[in-house]
T-cell receptor, first 115, second 112 residues
Framework: AQSVTQPDIHITVSEGASLELRCNYSYGATPYLFWYVQSPGQGLQLLLKYFSGDTLVQGIKGFEAEFKRSQSSFNLRKPSVHWSDAAEYFCAVGEVGGGADGLTFGKGTHLIIQP | EADIYQTPRYLVIGTGKKITLECSQTMGHDKMYWYQQDPGMELHLIHYSYGVNSTEKGDLSSESTVSRIRTEHFPLTLESARPSHTSQYLC???????????FGPGTRLTVT
């Protein structure tokens, strides 16, 4: 069965500093990979996705992520964080050709922004 | 912009009551999903649907049931609520040509 690991439960970053959130997945097939952001009391918003092609994908709000098959990783990055980026971030994996089965999510990383 | 709605946003209810959580989407998506999310935890899939009259159980066992009579509507029902059902319930939808899922704002359920 597929699994997603986000090793960092909490990360604290100063405003204006760079950010990298880690995501590792375990999957037998070709995965679809996603990063979602969740603000308190809200649903999930899609930041970016990887299906195929260029392994560096750009998303909304200045985020990017790089798919590294050899490392089974899909880390999320942002060069300069803003206070509004404070939220919960979820990495998720889906199965190519898996039909309507839902996504498998990591436990999330809580991002704290220091002024 | 994805449009998916959930009502109520917050619900506090006593043990033994029957409840229905509503989810509607205006995008004409075939696929719809219900996830359960405990505080500080990941989302777990509890139900999904390929289309009208199609419902399947997800990875996490749940005492809830769902129906899909109309494409845009995917309600979740608990016949007899218990404190163990206290959680956040997130609805999502996606179309058949894409693997993206669009999420509603969630319903936070508290059973006392």
């Amino acid at each position: 069965a597929q699994s997603v690991t986000q090793p960092d439960i909490h990360i604290t970053v100063s405003e204006g500093a760079s950010l990298e959130l880690r995501c590792n997945y375990s999957y037998g097939a070709t995965p679809y990979l996603f990063w979602y952001v969740q603000s308190p009391g809200q649903g999930l918003q899609l930041l970016l996705k990887y299906f195929s092609g260029d392994t560096l994908v750009q998303g909304i709000k200045g985020f990017e992520a790089e798919f590294k098959r050899s490392q089974s990783s899909f880390n999320l990055r942002k060069p300069s964080v803003h206070w509004s980026d404070a939220a919960e971030y979820f990495c998720a994996v889906g199965e190519v050709g898996g039909g309507a089965d839902g996504l498998t999510f990591g436990k999330g990383t809580h991002l704290i922004i220091q002024p | 912009e994805a449009d998916i709605y959930q009502t109520p946003r917050y619900l506090v209810i006593g043990t033994g009551k029957k409840i229905t959580l509503e989810c509607s989407q205006t995008m004409g998506h075939d696929k719809m999903y219900w996830y359960q999310q405990d505080p500080g935890m990941e989302l777990h899939l509890i139900h999904y649907s390929y289309g009208v009259n199609s419902t399947e159980k997800g990875d996490l066992s749940s005492e809830s049931t769902v129906s899909r009579i109309r494409t845009e509507h995917f309600p979740l029902t608990l016949e007899s609520a218990r404190p163990s059902h206290t959680s956040q319930y997130l609805c999502a939808s996606g179309d058949s040509s894409s693997y993206e899922q669009y999420f509603g704002p969630g319903t936070r359920l508290t059973v006392t």
